[in-house]
């Protein structure tokens, strides 16, 4: 498969099949969305999985063409990075689309993304706000909020409680902390339960503490098949 010839211009990501690993999504009691970050790729995230001691779950990880989910800096003006941006987020969408087929609810879904993927995973959190959506946690390594902070935005809707983990270093040389922290507060705005962790000293990267903030959302989702995911 070529992968950098599958999109068209005005949705450069389109008909690129995510990666799917780990438990069958037809036996599967819940999923991890994961959203890898430029330069990175979707096998590059199932580590992260493992490492929450996620062995039991759907592993869905959508695909950029080309490594890399839009071309500017996640803080530039969004007009700039589209198509792309807004065909990277149907990526994820149609991920998660995928993983709801399968008689996974949302709220047995932990949407996980590093890096430009976790700007990404976190812009896709706002838009399913708006239809009230409540998932089983949200988990942003290195991230924060897409767009100008100088444009206000305008989100609105509801995640109904869904856990949000914002992590990230303080001598992050891409996330600059008072965007992370910003975007804390837009999701609690959004009815969000709010998890915000700054490490002082560390850089662009993940840390065990964020790992295991992740494998406590894995945790509270383990166990017996909810009655939305039984088959007959």
């Not at 001691?53 to 003006?77: C, E, H, I, Q």
């Not at 990526?91 to 932990?110: C, H, L, N, T, Y």
């Not at 975007?183 to 295991?212: C, K, M, N, Q, W």
Request: aromatic letters at 4%.
């Amino acid at each position: 498969m070529n992968r950098e010839s599958m999109g068209t211009p005005a949705d450069p990501h389109a008909g690129v099949p995510p990666l799917v690993a780990g438990t069958p999504l037809d036996q599967a009691s819940y999923a991890l969305v994961l959203v890898h970050g430029r330069g990175g790729s979707a096998e590059g995230m199932l580590p992260i999985a493992k490492a929450a001691k996620a062995t039991d779950a759907a592993l869905v990880a959508p695909v950029a063409v080309g490594s890399s989910w839009y071309p500017k800096r996640f803080l530039d003006p969004r007009e700039q990075n589209e198509p792309w941006l807004s065909s990277a987020l149907a990526s994820v969408g149609a991920a998660v689309d995928q993983v709801r087929a399968a008689g996974i609810p949302s709220e047995r879904i932990i949407l996980v993304g590093f890096s430009q993927g976790a700007c990404l995973m976190l812009e896709y959190a706002t838009m399913a706000a708006k239809s009230s959506e409540r998932f089983g946690g949200v988990a942003a390594l290195a991230g924060g909020l897409i767009g100008d902070p100088a444009v206000p935005r305008d989100d609105h809707g509801s995640l109904g409680g869904t856990p949000v983990l914002l992590a990230c270093g303080n001598a992050d040389g891409h996330i600059p902390e008072a965007i992370v922290r910003s975007s804390a507060s837009v999701f609690r705005a959004l009815g969000a339960t709010v998890d915000l962790r700054i490490y002082p000293g560390i850089g662009h990267d993940i840390v065990g503490d964020e790992i295991d903030a992740l494998t406590e959302m894995v945790n509270t989702l383990r166990g017996p098949q909810s009655e939305a995911h039984l088959h007959f």
